[in-house]
T-cell receptor
Framework: SQTIHQWPATLVQPVGSPLSLECTVE??????LYWYRQAAGRGLQLLFY??????ISSEVPQNLSASRPQDRQFILSSKKLLLSDSGFYLC??????????FGAGTRLSVL | AQSVTQLGSHVSVSEGALVLLRCNYS??????LFWYVQYPNQGLQLLLK??????LVKGINGFEAEFKKSETSFHLTKPSAHMSDAAEYFC?????????FGQGTRLTINP
């Protein structure tokens, strides 16, 4: 069966520090991968998605970037965090663009 | 353009009462529609989906939704609310390579 792993579960970082969140999927090949953010009291915002290795689509201009170095690995990064980067980050995968399956999320607090 | 509107950001019902969460969509092609549930500090979990065929779709935890093309709606219902149903619920529409989410409805259950 397929599983998705996302870590860390919580992270507290100072403003201006770098960020790296990792997401990996097991049990499937060539999944579509997604990064979402939920700010406090707001809905889901799609940040990036990828349909293959090295293929990244950015949905909104921001302080973040994404990379897909391997088929089932999706990384969310920032060189310098802003206060506004705080939120709950969710990774998801889907096969052929159908049902999306979500990871447990990372709670990021930028102080 | 495709869009999803969830009517009511907060819904409160008494335990044992009917749950009705409203979702309307806009799509130029036959829609694939989903309902997800999110418990606090967790990822999203699929409740049910509509692709084609029967318009009344049954999901997990006693929830069901009815696709009404004439009303462009996909409302989520449950006959009798339980305390464990307290969560945030998201309606979503399948787009090209990604899901289009509504803003979410927070469901509160009163004892």
């Amino acid at each position: 069966s397929q599983t998705i792993h996302q870590w860390p579960a919580t992270l507290v970082q100072p403003v201006g520090s770098p960020l790296s969140l990792e997401c990996t999927v097991e049990g499937t090949s060539n999944p579509n991968l997604y990064w979402y953010r939920q700010a406090a009291g707001r809905g889901l915002q799609l940040l990036f998605y990828s349909v293959g290795i090295g293929q990244i689509s950015s949905e909104v201009p921001q302080n973040l970037s994404a990379s897909r170095p391997q088929d089932r690995q999706f990384i969310l990064s920032s060189k310098k965090l802003l206060l506004s980067d705080s939120g709950f980050y969710l990774c998801a995968w889907s096969a052929l663009g159908n049902i999306q399956y979500f990871g447990a999320g990372t709670r990021l607090s930028v102080l | 353009a495709q869009s999803v509107t969830q009517l009511g950001s907060h819904v409160s019902v008494s335990e044992g009462a009917l749950v009705l969460l409203r979702c309307n969509y806009s799509s130029s092609v036959p829609p694939y529609l989903f309902w997800y549930v999110q418990y606090p500090n967790q990822g999203l979990q699929l409740l049910l989906k509509y692709t084609t065929g029967a318009t009344l779709v049954k999901g997990i935890n006693g929830f069901e939704a009815e696709f009404k093309k004439s009303e462009t709606s996909f409302h989520l219902t449950k006959p009798s609310a339980h305390m464990s149903d307290a969560a945030e619920y998201f309606c979503a529409l399948q787009g090209a390579q990604k899901l289009v989410f509504g803003q979410g409805t927070r469901l509160t259950i009163n004892p």
